[in-house]
């Protein structure tokens, strides 16, 4: 998603001036994605040029009220009908840093993961007082927030759940490994899975950082 | 009354717990410190077989411990006869399971009412008490109402009411939020949250991540012994943006 795509959201909802459009962004995104007017702006300028928003309004400060095209319009209704595509994996340090681990003498891998998992807990925990602030049940305002606090939740959620996995699997690797074949690849081809399956294994790595949207969030409430 | 406002409502001190099948030796816990105080949430993680239930269980007085010490309210369970720690536990504790142990043929209040009952305190003042418990979890309106003609939120809400009628003020939960969908197991998480921020003092065992984070502090368990615990931060303090999380 960019900005064009949020811009033409809002403007699905009737005419409004650049500020007004970044005020509002941010507000319903919780401030998870602060906008600079200038970026407002350029992008609105490219949707006039591509003919998809136009000027209905102009006050005399300067000000323009901007205001959907019939092709505005049709773009907006395809975007919301249109999943969000997944971009390529990113390469996920937390997944490479266990895979060194385990492959490598002499690092006690038990903690490197006890380490993360602490680590993520208090992510979840910071998130989870984000979210207990939100009223329940949240009126129209906060739910848009809510949703955007609730998907960093359920990213981190993964994680833990992704290492509570891993460790069962390096768990019952190291026992059934006896001396030799420590360095063995053929450990990991599937037949020792999960019953209930592994959860994708989706790190931090797409989500705004914790701390960037902690302290954003922390400014915008 | 020995406990003031700083005294932890519960402590458990260097608990061990060994469960002896036949020939074989079962530490169950081994070694495992911890302190809860009023206001405070306590989440205890761990996969199953790393001694959580044990913990719950010897925390409130169901289990005696091989080892170690557990102060419930500043009093000691292994100085007490099993009659006064009966009491005390009556008294103080509340438990909230995942299979719910309301009792079908009683209404919610009478659920409610039943441990004050037990207390000795007459059935008048009892049942004001568990309406007021009620009315604490939203829940006023269906006092009359039988188990079975509740959701099952609901009945999980009327638990937590149960767990802390009159002067309790320390709920032990395992795995609460059991067979709850995810929205209703997050308002029960809300609600012992707002009870345990109201004064109570909470301990909750979980395997769930995202129900173990409404905890102002989470302990890691392995293999009975607590192998790590988060730090009880204040949300200002995080917020503040002083600590980076890379």
Do not use: C
């Not at chain 1, 600079?36 to 998809?52: A, E, H, K, M, S």
């Not at chain 1, 955007?148 to 759940?161: M, P």
């Amino acid at each position: 998603m960019s900005i064009r795509q949020g811009l033409l959201a809002l403007l699905g909802e009737g005419p409004m001036y650049g500020y007004q459009l970044r005020q509002e962004f941010e507000q319903r995104t919780g401030g998870t994605w602060p906008l600079n007017i200038g970026q407002v702006y350029t992008t609105l300028g490219r949707l006039q040029r591509d003919g998809l928003v136009d000027e209905t309004d102009r006050r005399e400060d300067g000000s323009v009220l901007y205001a959907l095209t019939d092709s505005g319009r049709t773009a907006l209704d395809r975007w919301w009908l249109t999943p969000v595509e997944r971009g390529t994996p990113t390469r996920d340090e937390l997944a490479i840093k266990l895979a060194l681990a385990i492959t490598s003498d002499g690092v006690d891998v038990a903690a490197v993961v006890q380490r993360q998992r602490s680590e993520s807990m208090r992510a979840l925990q910071e998130y989870t007082r984000l979210k207990a602030r939100i009223p329940d049940p949240p009126d129209p305002q906060d739910l848009a927030w809510l949703l955007v606090v609730d998907s960093l939740i359920y990213a981190v959620e993964a994680e833990v759940r992704w290492l509570d996995h891993a460790e069962q699997r390096i768990a019952r690797r190291a026992g059934r490994a006896a001396a030799p074949g420590r360095r063995s690849r053929s450990e990991g081809n599937g037949d020792d899975d999960q019953p209930e399956g592994a959860p994708a294994a989706q790190g931090t790595a797409g989500a705004p950082s914790a701390a960037g949207a902690r302290a954003r969030t922390g400014v915008a409430r | 009354m020995i406990a003031t406002e700083t005294t932890p409502l519960l402590r458990l001190g260097q608990v061990g717990r060994t469960h002896r099948q036949g020939q074989l030796e079962v530490q169950a816990l081994r070694g495992v410190s911890l302190e809860i105080r009023s206001g405070e949430l306590v989440a205890v993680m761990g996969p199953s077989g790393s001694g959580k239930s044990t913990l719950l269980h010897v925390a409130g007085g169901l289990d005696t411990p091989t080892t170690g010490n557990v102060e419930v309210d500043g009093v000691s369970l292994g100085l007490l006869s099993t009659r006064a720690r009966a009491a005390l536990r009556r008294r103080t504790v509340g438990y909230v399971f995942q299979d719910l142990n309301l009792i079908p043929a009683l209404t919610a209040v009478e659920n409610v009412m039943l441990p004050r009952e037990l207390d000795g305190v007459g059935v008048r003042q009892a049942r004001q008490e568990a309406l007021s418990a009620l009315a604490e979890v939203d829940l006023a309106d269906l006092a009359d109402r039988f188990p079975d003609e509740m959701s099952g939120g609901q009945q999980q809400r009327v638990a937590i009411a149960r767990a802390l009628v009159g002067p309790r003020r320390l709920v032990l939960a395992d795995e609460p939020t059991g067979a709850l969908d995810s929205g209703t197991g997050e308002q029960i998480l809300r609600l012992l949250r707002t009870r345990v921020d109201a004064g109570a003092a909470g301990l909750l065992v979980t395997h769930d991540a995202r129900h173990a984070a409404w905890a102002d502090r989470v302990v890691f368990l392995r293999d009975g012994t607590v192998v790590d615990a988060t730090a009880n931060d204040r949300p200002e303090s995080l917020l503040a943006g002083g600590r980076d999380a890379s």
